[in-house]
């Protein structure tokens, strides 16, 4: 028996008890976890704007330590360290055949699977987003799971898994941030501090962080920031009074809001790019008029796990951190137990810090 945080119905609050993980089958990792961060997709899921099969065991970003491996698993070792990817590519599908792994058709496949059983009455528990990380233990399929870099603390890796990746996605492969380029990221948590930082690897000449917490302003300038904007309903304005009254020419939207959206979209320039990384619900509609569309000549586009390709991309990362570009680190605002994760969600919510990460 493991301890766990289970998410027992949508809009049901988290409860931390103890779970019965079978054994490792063929092509399957059990693995400790020694750190797991509390991603915003995690309150999506629990409050249904985002669906899983629940009961589930959230938690999509943690690294840890094999502990025993299935048959047929060859890449990783028991003791080995490990990084969790949420979402495995199958390698046939549309998508995996263009290269576009991160839109694979069957990357959630694993999600309504009977991932443990609760310990106390013997529900059966699906893995949230494959890989189940708030728990002591999990046991996941083997594409979930990629060696952990050298020179990385286990802890701070596992932001590796979901916040790092997308955040220095979005800028490096969905916006393709140039050297000299200006570039806004709007909402300051673990993903925006990952794309600020991201900015910075890339050159980005001018760097503007929008939140709505004045409070974010040391941790976003920590990360690269060269201006903060407090968000409000002139931001747009704001953001082109700093660049020449043109705009910058990146936005990075994290928050998922239609407002944030569109004062984004209205802070680049003409033939600007604005990435959204946020998740928002369908309540949220987003309007431009033809004229406008036709004469700014802005791209729009959405963007899913950075656009990466976690294989290839962890590598490179791992290079940024030991070479002392990207500072894990600072992206983490508070290093948490399990039953905390509840009071994670309501500074979440209240727009307060950075990352939280459950450390075990
Ligand atoms: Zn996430
Ligand atoms: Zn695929």
Redesign the pocket.
Known sequence: MVRAAVLPAVGAPLEVTGIELPEPGPGRVRIRLAAA?V????LSLSDGTMRVPVPAVLG??GAGTVVSVGEGVTHVAPGDGVVLN?APSCGTCHACALGEVWLCANALNGSGDVHARRGDDGTDLHPG?NVAAFAEETVVAAPCVLPAPDGVPLADAALL???VL?GYGAVHHAAKVRPGETVAVFGVG??GLAALQSARIAGAERIVAVDVSPAKEELARHAGATDFVLASGTTHREIRGLTDKQGVDVAVECVGRAATIRAAWDSTRRGGRTTVVGIGGKDQQVTFNALEIFHWGRTLSGCV?GNCDPAADLPVLAEHVRAGRLDLGALVTERIALEEIPAAFGNMLAGKGGRALVVF
């Open positions: 961060g991603c915003h997709s995690d999509h970003e949420w987003l898994g979901c916040a997308t673990g993903v796990y």
